[in-house]
């Protein structure tokens, strides 16, 4: 662990395996305007891009005409149960607690709610990630892939190009850091497959925490 003096990373699928609690989330929202449920692994897919995307891939056609009302009930449903099932990949609170005390700057950089992403990394990494920062575009940040959200962590931390790196688990991770103008170290146990990964152009891709950890 001496390649970076800052870390950036993705929430979802990276950090925190979140997916049985967006699925409940979506499923109760689904059931009350009538419209079909989602399997867990199609969820997966949905993830990444926002949570407009995220309810607008769940709705589909054919819940276009209630869409704005569904994305509402989820929003406050998601708020209220986003912890019940999630929990950090194993070997994760480990990893950036030992990062932590070897000096590193950590933020969080999501395309997650940003009360989402405060409420779970307050949670899970308080006192360990400095910076927790998620989709708030009405105040003017663009979400992944602009690189602005990652640029915000970069200046909060006092990081700059040459010492940073960003970990995520999607293409909307390495396109973000392609932006951004840094590397990206991709993990597959999230939310792609390693096949998305490298189609993505991934440069490193780690399987487990132990070659994470040799590649920071």
Not at 90 to 103: D, F
Not at 138 to 161: I, T, Y
Request: contains cysteine; negative net charge; proline residues 2%.
């Amino acid at each position: 662990m001496n390649k970076y003096r800052f870390i950036i990373w993705d929430l979802d699928g990276t950090l925190l395996d979140t997916l049985d609690d967006l699925t409940n989330s979506i499923n109760v929202t689904m059931k009350r305007y009538s419209l079909p449920t989602h399997s867990r692994d199609a969820v997966r897919q949905f993830v990444g891009h926002g949570i407009k995307n995220l309810m607008k891939s769940a709705v589909g056609e054919a819940g276009e005409n209630v869409g704005a009302q569904a994305f509402e009930f989820f929003t406050g449903y998601y708020a209220e149960h986003c912890r019940e099932n999630t929990a950090p990949y194993e070997g994760v609170l480990s990893l950036i607690s030992r990062l932590k005390q070897a000096g590193y700057g950590q933020a969080v950089v999501s395309n997650k709610a940003d009360f989402a992403v405060k409420i779970l990394c307050k949670e899970h990494f308080e006192d360990i990630i400095d910076i927790a920062i998620g989709e708030n575009e009405k105040q003017g940040v663009r979400k992944k892939p602009c690189p602005d959200s990652v640029f915000e962590a970069m200046r909060l931390l006092g990081a700059n190009k040459n010492n940073t790196v960003y970990v995520g688990d999607s293409e909307v991770d390495i396109e973000t850091a392609r932006n951004a103008g840094i590397p990206c170290i991709s993990v597959s146990w999230g939310f792609r497959d390693i096949d998305q990964l490298e189609n993505a152009g991934a440069d490193i891709i780690c399987n487990d925490i132990s070659a994470l950890e040799g590649e920071l």
